[in-house]
DNA sequence: CCTAAAACGGAACGATAATTCCAAAATGGG
DNA sequence: CCCATTTTGGAATTATCGTTCCGTTTTAGG
């Protein structure tokens, strides 16, 4: 998965993984089916891990704008480690794979539903705690933070971005009221 | 150019290329050098000319605000037309080939430079025009509609995506006072 | 018109790619 | 321990890949 995740499809080949996993060639076509099927496997762990691990987080936290403001500090922090450099997964499948390669669009198109729905459920309980106002388009406010961590995450590809990023976040957390 | 804005770099091959340019294989070869050599060419004039629409773009708006909603809108509305499901090449490039090709990596962060210090101009208009507050962070304003864009780019990859989209952008220009 | 240069069509070259094959070795359960 | 199953190491298969080659055709300038 790993390494899907860092080379993209097209540049990986058997050879990386089979490197990778440690395993022989034919035991691996056994296992998986081949390159495709283990692609959309490793896409599919990815993605759950992920949406998990986000919904996970804002459970825990009591402040909206201090809980996305943490979400977002871990992925740019993440984005100058050497294993965060890879991106996010979905993000570089999207790139690499959409428009051409249309069998990965419903799989893309679920992550970005689930996705949402947590960052609106999560804004939703903000009105309800009374930190934010309900008068706002919180459809909105979770399409923009979603969109913004596509964007964090393909611009943290950058070396040095740090600063940036975490400022752009700041000014998005501006547009809560 | 188009080929590699849509199939990226590792998924295009030399003989896509041919086809898509019309001209002999050994002709490419002399007068581009290479794969790679072309491929630098093609996204270089992309972001000379990508840099230039919008500046010229957004000179010609008198109001900040209705300045980047079209502009936005624009940039989502192409993202569902066929030509603009291609996304943006140098995001896309950003994704593939960032971080194990560092020989792009410095094109990429001029191309940012350019575009926030276009955003960032812009919005000086704003405030020195007055429909803009001068106590708020232009530079992590220009940073948010950057990574904004670069965000929109990627989601607006997923077909049905213009109303989401253009709620996260009504969403971002609420930030701005 | 002539001729040098450029472009062409087609193929060769060596490497790489995904997939399959097979005898041998390793594993795990009875 | 035995044996069936799984995994292995190594290679073969077929196709594709980026690059180069070369005789022929086309082009453009004098």
Redesign the pocket.
């Given at each position: 998965m790993h390494t899907f995740w860092r080379k993209g499809y097209?540049?990986?080949?058997?050879?990386?993984?089979?490197d990778a996993m440690?395993?022989?060639?034919?035991?691996?076509?056994?296992?998986f089916?081949?390159?495709?099927?283990?692609f959309e496997q490793a896409f599919e762990l990815y993605r759950k891990t992920n949406a998990q691990g986000l919904q996970r987080f804002l459970e825990q936290q009591e402040s909206v704008r201090v809980g996305l403001r943490q979400l977002f500090a871990m992925a740019i922090e993440e984005t100058q480690s050497e294993a965060g450099q890879r991106g996010c997964f979905v993000v570089n499948v999207t790139t690499e794979l959409l428009p051409d390669d249309r069998s990965m669009e419903g799989l893309i198109r679920a992550n970005k539903e689930a996705f949402t729905a947590v960052f609106h459920r999560f804004l939703e309980q903000g009105v309800a705690s009374g930190e934010l106002s309900a008068d706002q388009d919180l459809q909105a406010a979770a399409n923009l933070f979603f969109t913004l961590y596509n964007g964090v995450k393909v611009v943290g590809k950058i070396p040095g971005q740090e600063k940036a990023l975490m400022g752009a976040v700041e000014a998005a957390l501006g547009a809560l009221r």
């Open positions: 097209h540049a990986t080949s058997m050879q990386d993984l089979v440690g395993i022989n060639r034919a035991s691996l076509y056994d296992t089916g081949g390159k495709k099927a283990l």
